[in-house]
């Protein structure tokens, strides 16, 4: 991974494509190769020239493949791309909606498939194609989100449990804990959607009155 972490992110997982994507362009070579050498059409010179150049298409593929990655971090999953020109996109784990994979019988039996992941709206809705270990990427990135509402939960609680510490200087310390809690479970609450916007900041008025 190329692109520069932030500050306190860690990567959890890089991958690749599937090796079976370069399968074809070193067969191809390999076949040429027999031709060129076996029925003479050429002189040995020339046929090693043409080879030479001809090398080149695998190597292309060989490199396109290796530096094509995607990196699932605690913050985000990061697409790179390119050698000479550098491509870069980044998903932030609190913009994903879905994330879903997809293999056929062959991906099955070879280890490759396609995963497609759904983004906020103004970001998409992005499909990787032939990568390796499919269900390994989708679950990563599900724990990573997991772990990403964890500690914003938790975040949220502590900020404020401190302001409540702030406003009432009295408080004592058992107290905080248990508003900390609930404001925690509350969070929790309109996080997974069992209540709105509205109600959220209503309860939480009232336990920061308290």
Known sequence: ????????????????????????????????????????????????????????????????????????????????????????KESPLDKINNVEFDQSVWGRLFGFGDVDIQTAAELGETTY????????????????????????????????AEAIAKSNPGIQQASQQMVGDELSKLFDLLQKGAITHEEYIAQKSKLMGA
């Open 1 to 88: 991974m190329r692109t520069a972490l932030k500050k306190d992110e860690k990567i959890l997982l890089i991958i690749r494509q599937h090796w079976i994507i370069l399968a074809l362009p070193v067969f191809a070579w390999v076949v040429l190769a027999i031709l060129l050498m076996t029925l003479g059409w050429f002189s040995f010179s020339t046929s090693f020239l043409i080879l030479l150049v001809a090398a080149l298409y695998p190597l292309n593929q060989y490199i396109n493949w290796k530096y094509n990655l995607w990196s699932v971090t605690n913050m985000r999953v990061v697409d790179e791309s390119g050698f000479f020109s550098r491509h870069s």
């Open 129 to 160: 194609n032939i990568i390796h270990h499919p269900k390994l990427l989708k679950d990563t990135i599900t724990h990573a989100q997991e772990e990403y509402k964890k500690s914003q939960i938790s975040s949220q609680a502590t900020q404020l």
